[in-house]
T-cell receptor
């Protein structure tokens, strides 16, 4: 069975602070994919990043960066110089390679509140 | 612009009534999904469909039904058998496995429908 754990339920930071959202996963698959989605107050989930299990390179996209470590089964997400617009619920998700549909296992989400 | 439209955005239902949530996509995606979101529990898969006229149960299908008569549409019916239907429901779509690795497929989500049982 697959499992995703986001131990941080809610994080509050002041604008311009850096913040890291933790994600730990469990899977028996050798090929799998990890995702981060953002859910702003409007409700729809917005895709941020996808990583496959064979690519452990860290990735940076503007103020966002991701640290994938297979040795610790973690896929952490860091926002540098946070802004109020970053306030949202962030979900980490895991998918194996099965069938023709993508069946994601989501974590419980981390609510990030950025204040002035 | 392509995307997913869910309606209604808010819905109130009396106990014992069935209610149908609409989901329409114009992304030409083969696969469609329904997720339920409850506070503190993340998203859980209710049903998914890989092609027209075919659908599969997800992790929490009891008390729900779906149909997939058209590629663009995947309505979800919350029946009176669903014991705790108050939740936020999200519809999503993705390309199918025949057009790419299925596990890698990125899901596009709608804005959700919030159902409240009175």
């Amino acid at each position: 069975a697959q499992k995703v754990t986001q131990a941080q339920t809610e994080i509050s930071v002041v604008e311009k602070e850096d913040v890291t959202l933790d994600c730990v996963y469990e899977t028996r698959d050798t090929t799998y994919y990890l995702f981060w989605y953002k859910q702003p107050p409007s409700g729809e989930l917005v895709f941020l990043i996808r990583r496959n299990s064979f690519d452990e390179q860290n990735e940076i996209s503007g103020r966002y960066s991701w640290n994938f470590q297979k040795s610790t089964s973690s896929f952490n997400f860091t926002i540098t110089a946070s802004q109020v617009v970053d306030s949202a619920v962030y979900f980490c998700a895991l998918s194996g390679y099965t069938g023709t549909a993508s069946k994601l296992t989501f974590g419980t989400g981390t609510r990030l509140q950025v204040t002035l | 612009d392509g995307g997913i439209t869910q309606s209604p955005k808010y819905l109130f239902r009396k106990e014992g009534q069935n209610v149908t949530l609409s989901c329409e996509q114009n992304l030409n995606h083969d696969a469609m999904y329904w997720y339920r979101q409850d506070p503190g529990q993340g998203l859980r898969l209710i049903y998914y469909s890989q092609i027209v006229n075919d659908f599969q149960k997800g992790d929490i299908a009891e008390g729900y039904s779906v149909s997939r008569e058209k590629k663009e549409s995947f309505p979800l019916t919350v029946t009176s058998a669903q014991k705790n239907p108050t939740a936020f429901y999200l519809c999503a779509s993705s390309i199918g496995g025949s057009r790419g690795l299925s596990g890698a497929n990125v899901l596009t989500f709608g804005a959700g429908s919030r159902l409240t049982v009175l």
